[in-house]
């Protein structure tokens, strides 16, 4: 039951930004479809400036609500380029490393770092990251960091490779915390790199091997800069119909796949 109204809750939210993409809506129209939507947050959805606190960008003009990255220049955009470390699953685990870096107009304008405290870092995690227990004692709490960095990604497009885990896992931490979940606009990296890079695979490693980029793997900072490449890769390959952010999410998730047949399934199938 708990798991279906989640999923509810996702649908309804999803829905409304459907529908938004469309068109602009009347005022009037849009406070009935976001209240119907987002009611259970608790907020005045008559109040445009409510939706920019949790990271919805929408214009208001003659009397009509739109997305305000439907409208926006690509080169006009901030894109929030992140990337966490946890400790285990959105269930079990806890961030305990957020890094981001903001891009506009191809060029980087912030950036955004800062481990997380968590009273205990299991060895595989070390292992993993290099990331230590002992190297969290001091650093900001849970809701401080969400709180910063919330700040930090304002209204940007929030980009990560495989999206729905870095936002997902913030946004259910804010909720925990007593929090709204973000509402920003979300574009998945290793969506757009399969529609932009030909490979067999689309793993953040894979991807700074065919691209060149040497950083550390697996901290929060470098794999965001590591995303952020790959953001910039895809920008060079967009076809002349994407000209918004929205028109770059859309083709992120809709235009054909370059993935490439794996040779080991190929020889299996010929055999």
Known sequence: MIKLRKKQKVDKFANFIDILKKAPLSRDVFVQIAGRALGEYGFNVGEIEN????????????????????????????FCVVDIETTGSVRSGQIIEIGAIKLKGGEKIGHFSTLVFAPQVPPVITELTGITSAMLIGAPSLAHALCEFRRFLGQAVFVAHNVSFDFGFISTSLVSL???????????????????????????????ELLGIKNTHHRAYSDAISAGQILLHGFKKLPDWVHTPEDLITFSKTAPSLQLEREGIREYIEF
């Open 51 to 78: 939706f920019f606190a949790l990271g919805l960008e929408l214009f208001e003009r003659e009397g009509h609500v739109g997305l305000a990255t439907a409208e926006r220049l690509l080169g006009e955009q901030e």
């Open 178 to 208: 007593g929090q709204p979940p973000l509402f920003n606009r979300r574009l998945c990296t290793v969506e757009l790199a399969r529609r932009t890079i030909e490979s067999e695979r689309y793993g953040l490693d894979v991807l700074k």
